[in-house]
């Protein structure tokens, strides 16, 4: 179970047996003792001071293991735009990463114009990238093409009521029916998304200010972080997180002109692609899509979760499966 094994001595030694390696083919040198700030179910973090800084080693969950590889592509494609690891063990799924400051949260979560600059911002990295997406499923992203979503959530549902009852993870045939009544509306997101032409790319599956580090100079962009819950998907799908956590945030409802006015930000970088009431049209289904994403990756992390955490996490998972297409905006 990750959570004992990365509280381990045994773990932590050969942890920082590699970070030394990779510090020294960096010809960086440690200046102190590693610390481990958390431990989560998902992953852990090593900060190790250096002449160069703090640099920053993390392991995931093995139900992530890509995201070292995948950042690693992401480095190449956008330099400028990720927090690429200097140094990745892809088997394992290790990186060590530079310190890139203080993350946009910092400045205050609420503030619209922030909002609009993550939107805005993330929708240039999906474009770059958009050309990509063989290369990043060489590194292991996860390909959730919106054609595939019913399937997959069907898939799942047998999975879902074949497991003992009692089990955090189960659903009742009952429960399995409500959720198969649902996907008639996923599939028509489907066909609507289906008729506007925006090409699949990077859906984030975690898009907030705490995901995002301060450019250095106004005139930089902002550098965005932790793709472990990432899906190569449509990109509008990307907006789920951000506008749930506005509504939050503002405790205001989805018609709010602020919510609007981010994510029209967010569409104005798209309209090479269709015109903006076309593409504003596909947002909804979009974010329908996005509750498959996040329900998948939460139920790739409790494959591998320690019987605490599949408690603690089993309920998040399948209420992202019980509110299949209900509307966002």
């Not at 600059?117 to 990295?125: G, N, P």
């Not at 599956?205 to 472990?228: I, Y």
């Not at 006015?261 to 798209?270: D, I, K, N, Q």
Request: hydrophobic fraction near 45%; proline fraction near 8%.
């Amino acid at each position: 179970m990750t959570s004992e094994l990365w509280a381990s001595s045994a773990w932590r030694r050969e942890a920082e047996q590699w970070i030394d390696t990779a510090l020294g083919a960096l010809e960086v040198r440690r200046t102190g003792p590693a610390e481990q700030p958390r431990i989560r179910f998902w992953s852990t973090q090593l900060a190790v001071p250096t002449d160069h800084g703090t640099l920053w080693f993390k392991e995931n969950n093995p139900g992530q293991l890509a995201e070292a590889s995948i950042l690693s592509v992401l480095g190449d494609l956008a330099p400028d735009r990720v927090a690429a690891p200097l140094v990745i063990e892809a088997s394992r799924g290790w990186m060590l990463t530079a310190d890139y400051g203080v993350t946009v949260d910092s400045l205050g979560p609420s503030d619209p114009a922030l909002w609009a600059r993550i939107a805005v911002d993330f929708a240039e990295l999906q474009r770059i990238v958009a050309p990509h997406g063989d290369q990043l499923a060489g590194a292991g992203l996860v390909i959730m093409n919106p054609e595939v979503a019913v399937d997959f959530v069907q898939n799942q549902l047998q999975l879902h009521t074949s497991i003992p009852a009692g089990h955090p993870m189960h659903l009742s045939v009952e429960e399995a029916a409500d959720v198969v009544a649902r996907l008639p509306a996923i599939a028509a997101a489907v066909d609507v998304l289906r008729s506007v032409p925006v090409p699949l790319s990077l859906d984030h599956n975690d898009l907030h200010g705490g995901n995002c580090f301060l450019p250095g100079t106004g005139e930089e962009p902002l550098r965005f972080l932790d793709f472990a819950d990432s899906y190569w998907a449509h990109p509008f799908s990307a907006l789920l997180v951000p506008i749930m956590q506005m509504r939050e945030q503002w405790g205001t409802t989805p018609d709010d002109p602020r919510i609007d006015a981010v994510v029209t930000s967010y569409l104005e970088r798209w309209t090479d692609h269709a015109p903006l009431p076309q593409l504003r049209a596909a947002v909804e289904p979009a974010l329908a899509l996005a509750g498959v994403h996040r329900y998948a990756s939460w139920l790739r992390l409790l494959v591998h979760a320690d019987e605490e955490s599949l408690r603690e996490y089993a309920p998040t998972a399948l209420r992202h499966l019980r509110t299949l297409g209900d509307p966002v905006l």
